[in-house]
Structures are given as structure tokens and as C-alpha cells.
């Protein structure tokens, strides 16, 4: 297909992109990509639509499912009757947005058990299988990273990113890094990820280095995820930055300095969380972020697009 900048393309272009041409549109769209996280198992805000239908409805250009389990795969909200494995097929056409889905890389030495609704199931873990089972199942964008309290290192999502990126070669797109502690203390706040690690996330073969936002973890200020940023970029990775603490669910004002602090950054993809009340960010939210790192212009153009061109 030709190159196009992601801000251009309709879904009869995502659904034949390929991870070059992918990597290309979101490179071309120069920080004006827009990637809403939602919970697969919660209760959808309207009741019978996905809360992922309901963040494309807000200018979502790229749709990320938490908490879904590969080997039971849910989606609530979704239509009755669809077969299993069809599911994220089926949410691509419904939506006319790229599917990504989160994978967590737990940490065996750090591995907490709780029993709250993010306790970890073998059918999220960042492994190669699951990986495989969720491209095959139409994910073009597996992102590893992890839930509160789960006990996820950098250490384990770096080695998790190789066995992935051998595992699926260039069927998918790869990202890699921690919104928040993700159950380690001593890997939160300021310490949540270095230069090291990101350079060593592009190196095991991570596409896109995950790095909380401006203004979300204690001690992540612009500056610092600027220097992040040139880091990934000068190791040849892509770079998003993440809402990750609850702050997707803040008032409007917040969100936009979040994303042009973010964009001044340096960020390619801007990541809002799935927690505003419980499964997504508020919606006007969504919206608002949108606008402010692209305008109307595009922000309506990405709403009002059929998802039959």
C-alpha cells in the first residue's frame, strides 16, 4: 500500500497495514496520534457499546484493550454470538481502528498475590504464546506493560520483548514500558525507567518505548521525559507517553497541559488511561486531548470518517 500518515487513513487502511507501514503513518503524523486504553471486563459506560466504541467516538485513532484474557476472551459490550477467537476481529471492524492489546510481564521474584480485580491470569502474561494467540486474533500492536500491585520489573518486560519480538517477528507492532510502579516501589516515581532501560528496550526489539507523562508519576517532569524521549529515538524506537494514574479521569484543564507537555516532549503516540471512573477515560476527556495536540480539523475528521471508506 502507499505510505500514508496515519491522520489520513480510513479502515479499509488499517485493516491491511502491515507493521512497516504502521510504524510509518504514526512516524508521519508527527505527535498527532491519539491511543485510548480501555478494560475488556468492566461493565461498558453506555451499558451494550464498548467503552473501545465509545473512545473511537471521541477521536481514538488506535484502540488498547486491558485486562484481556487470551486463552477466555471477553470484551463486554461487544455483540452476542461472536466466536472467541473472532473477537478483536470483529471489534476492528466495528470500530475501523487499529487493535492493540496489553500484555504484563510479572516479575517471578516480585510476583504479588492479591485478589482484586487486576490479579494477573495466565492469559495476560507477556509470552510468547499469548502473543502469537493474540496476533492470530488480530492485535497488530501487543503492549507490554503491567496493572497495579502485579510485580512488574523492567527487567522482566525487556526480556519479555525479545522472546515476544522472536516469537511474532514483524507481524506486530511492539511497545514496552510501565505507566506507573506496577507493584514495585523501588522501580516508581522518578526511578521508573532510566536511559538504560529504554535503550535496552530498543534493543531487544521494542518499536515503541512506553514512558509515563509529564505530570502523572511523581518526579516525571517535561524535561526529564524529553531526555527519555531522544534517548528511544536515538536508538531508533518510537516513543509514547502514557496517562497511567487515574489522571485520565482529571478535569479538562489537566489534560490539556498533560498533552502539550507531552508533545513538547517529544511523543509520537499520546496514551490516555482506562480508569476515569472504571474502563476508560471520561470521554470529553478523550476529546479534549485530542484537540489539543491536533485541533478540530483532525480530531473530527477521525470521528466523522465511515468506517466503510
Not at 471492524?93 to 504484563?104: A, D, P, S, Y
Not at 482506562?274 to 470529553?284: F, H, Q, R, V, W
Amino acid at each position: 500500500m502507499e505510505h500514508k500518515r496515519l491522520l489520513d487513513c480510513c479502515a479499509s487502511d488499517f485493516v491491511s497495514m502491515d507493521k512497516k507501514a504502521l510504524l510509518y503513518a504514526i512516524r508521519a503524523s508527527e505527535g498527532r496520534v491519539m491511543v485510548s486504553e480501555t478494560i475488556a471486563i468492566t461493565q461498558p459506560l453506555l451499558n451494550n457499546v464498548t467503552n473501545a466504541e465509545l473512545a473511537a467516538s471521541q477521536g481514538a485513532d488506535i484502540l488498547l484493550i486491558n485486562m484481556f484474557d487470551s486463552e477466555a476472551p471477553v470484551i463486554q459490550g461487544m455483540p452476542a454470538g461472536i466466536a472467541p477467537e473472532q473477537i478483536l476481529h470483529e471489534l476492528q471492524r466495528l470500530t475501523g481502528r487499529i487493535i492493540g492489546v496489553n500484555l504484563e510481564a510479572v516479575d517471578p521474584e516480585f510476583a504479588i498475590n492479591h485478589d482484586d480485580i487486576w490479579k494477573m491470569k495466565p492469559g495476560r502474561a507477556a509470552t510468547k504464546e499469548n502473543a502469537c494467540r493474540l496476533v492470530d486474533m488480530g492485535a497488530k500492536i501487543l503492549v507490554l506493560t503491567g496493572n497495579p500491585n502485579n510485580g512488574v520489573s523492567n527487567r522482566a518486560l525487556g526480556l519479555a520483548v525479545k522472546d515476544i519480538r522472536e516469537a511474532v517477528g514483524d507481524r506486530a507492532i511492539i511497545i514496552s514500558g510501565k505507566m506507573h510502579g506496577a507493584g514495585l516501589v523501588q522501580e516508581s516515581g522518578g526511578t521508573i525507567i532510566t536511559e538504560n532501560d529504554v535503550a535496552w528496550f530498543a534493543d531487544q526489539g521494542a518499536d515503541i518505548v512506553l514512558i509515563p507523562a509529564p505530570g502523572t508519576v511523581p518526579g516525571m517532569s517535561q524535561q526529564k521525559v524529553s531526555a527519555l524521549i531522544e534517548c528511544a529515538h536515538t536508538h531508533g524506537a518510537l516513543a509514547m507517553t502514557a496517562i497511567g494514574t487515574s489522571q485520565e479521569g482529571a478535569d479538562i484543564g489537566t489534560i490539556r497541559q498533560i498533552a502539550l507537555m507531552s508533545k513538547m516532549a517529544g511523543a509520537d503516540l499520546h496514551h490516555i488511561g482506562d480508569t476515569g471512573y472504571m474502563g476508560m477515560a471520561l470521554p470529553e476527556n478523550i476529546q479534549a486531548y485530542s484537540i489539543a495536540i491536533r485541533g478540530v480539523r483532525h480530531t473530527y475528521t477521525r470521528v466523522a470518517r465511515s468506517i466503510n471508506r
